[in-house]
């Protein structure tokens, strides 16, 4: 019988990293049929370094934009560590800079983010952290949600995979807002994922 296969991830984070930390998660207990091989962050003080560490993910890599003063020296730089990281998908979880044209083409249909809120709504440059939560709150909105999509070259504009909707209560302020929201993340990305790799190994095919 031939063995079901370990797809290999690659995990993006910037920040505080409870997403990597929960996929790594459930790849570890045997919930996804998956492995974490590395964190790659943009920031040396990112929390979700030493949740790593901590996870024993065998690879974390810093790749501070600051060392690479043109943008695209950094794009190329990130493509060549993923190409050698052989990652079947790259997920990104808080990953705030920009992923460039070098990576899209190597990974196309292969890179998926989670964002928090029900986009198209209240995503693009700028809407993360508080800002999502600000925003809902002013638009009146009474529902909100998560977004697992695709990424492409504009900021949370790529094929959106799945969404789950989250009532917005007339009292949340944005605290209550975004415990609500962020409680429901890594169970609702651990099961989005699940559902794609249970699909084997077929990149996305992009809309247009
Ligand atoms: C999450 O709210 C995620 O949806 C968004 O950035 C945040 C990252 O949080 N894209 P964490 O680093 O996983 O804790």
Not at 19 to 24: D, L, M, P, R
Not at 167 to 195: G, H, I, N, W
Request: proline share 5%; net charge neutral.
């Amino acid at each position: 019988m031939s063995q079901a296969k370990i797809h290999r991830l690659v995990i993006l984070a910037s920040g505080e990293g409870s997403n990597f930390a929960g996929i790594t998660q459930a790849c570890q207990d045997g919930r996804l049929p998956a492995s974490v091989v590395a964190l790659i962050t943009d920031n040396a003080q990112a929390p979700a370094i030493s949740k790593a560490q901590n996870l024993k993910v065998e690879r974390v890599e810093v790749l501070s934009p600051l060392k690479f003063p043109r943008r695209e020296d950094w794009d190329q730089s990130l493509a060549e560590l993923l190409v050698s990281l052989k990652p079947d998908w790259i997920l990104l979880a808080g990953f705030l800079k920009k992923i460039g044209p070098k990576v899209l083409s190597l990974f196309s249909g292969r890179t998926i983010n989670i964002h928090p809120s029900l986009l198209p709504k209240h995503g693009g440059p700028g809407m993360y952290g508080d800002a999502i939560y600000k925003a809902v709150l002013e638009s009146g909105d009474k529902e909100t949600g998560i977004t697992i999509h695709q990424i492409d070259h504009d900021y949370d504009r790529g094929q959106i995979l799945e969404q789950i909707r989250i009532p917005v209560r007339s009292d949340d302020t944005v605290a209550t807002l975004k415990s609500r929201v962020r409680a429901a993340e890594v169970d609702f990305y651990v099961s989005v994922l699940a559902q794609i790799l249970a699909n084997g190994d077929k990149p996305f095919q992009s809309r247009d």
